[in-house]
């Protein structure tokens, strides 16, 4: 777990050395940051892309076990956090979206395959579509949204998606056979490529 965090940290200081302009972007003001909470919280809940991405992680996450239960879904979080800096800094970026696409289907292949990656493999992937994630919510703050509260919100929502995914992945893992890992991985998978096609 500490090499995941440790990953997570490495890339959250890069990220931030990319975006220190971020919370002075011009077109935001970000004040209010009890305010900014709610339309963060919602944003992530609001994306079919966003949704089946973060509960994924929770299922590969449980199905995989040990360390990776807390670290990868951690690294998620702390890696998107970060990456929504310099998406508020710099703006929306096409190959964002393809990204997260991109997320949807391999996540989804991990579930179905079950994949036992290692911890920090593991970490490293989920971190890195993290960043998309971020990137992509932290691009879309509202106009006169309080900043924090916004980044506050979403990150709330996504530990709340990952202990979902969690949960389910627990119960996937106790179902007799594989069947119902294979179902559920493929069905994100597809979506997945249905968002990429769209």
Known sequence: MKRILAT???AAVVLALTSGAALAHPHHHHHGE??????GFLHPLTGLDHVLAMVAVGIWAA??????LVAW???FVVTMAVAALAGMAYGGIPVMEIGIALSVVAL???VALRVRAPLVLGGAV????AIFHGYAHGAELPAATGALGYIAGFALATALLHAAGLALG???GRSPGIWASRVAGAGVAAIGIVLLVA
């Open 73 to 75: 879904p951690a690294a």
């Open 8 to 10: 997570a940290g490495a």
């Open 63 to 68: 199905l995989v076990g040990g360390r990776a």
């Open 126 to 129: 989920i971190g890195l579509f």
């Open 108 to 110: 989804g292949l991990a």
């Open 34 to 39: 009890a305010a900014g909470f709610l339309p």
């Open 170 to 172: 627990f119960l996937i």
